[in-house]
């Protein structure tokens, strides 16, 4: 399993980058995914809305679930990942480069600080 150490993770097991500024970009985790299975569908209709924190902004379906996707910090959504439409598995093959989720613009850089970093997020999945 891979825990990125620049990422901070939340306890529904998305993560975190800050890419410039206050904009981020935002998917699930190793962990996740694995747990999840094979992903065959993300469904993300709240580009741009602003949300607050642990909002609902998603849902991503694997063969035999379907789980809602919680925004880790309050803020925007730019930007959904377009390649996801046509290759969901990205999420399964890249959790933390190409299989992003949503590029956000975060409304209060402090609250970064109430995330899990890399160390406390294994430990809170027993790795």
Known sequence: MNFPADLRYTEEHEW???????VALVGI???AQSELGDIVFVEIETEG???EEND???TIEAVKTVSDLFLPVA???LEVNPSLSDEPELVNNSPYEGGWLIRMEVSDMSDLEKLMDA???KSSIGH
Request: cysteine-free.
């Open 29 to 31: 985790t190793d962990f």
């Open 75 to 77: 803020g925007k959504v």
């Open 16 to 22: 975190i980058k800050i890419e410039s500024g206050n």
């Open 119 to 121: 160390d406390s997020y």
């Open 56 to 58: 609902i902004f998603g």
């Open 49 to 51: 809305d602003n949300l």
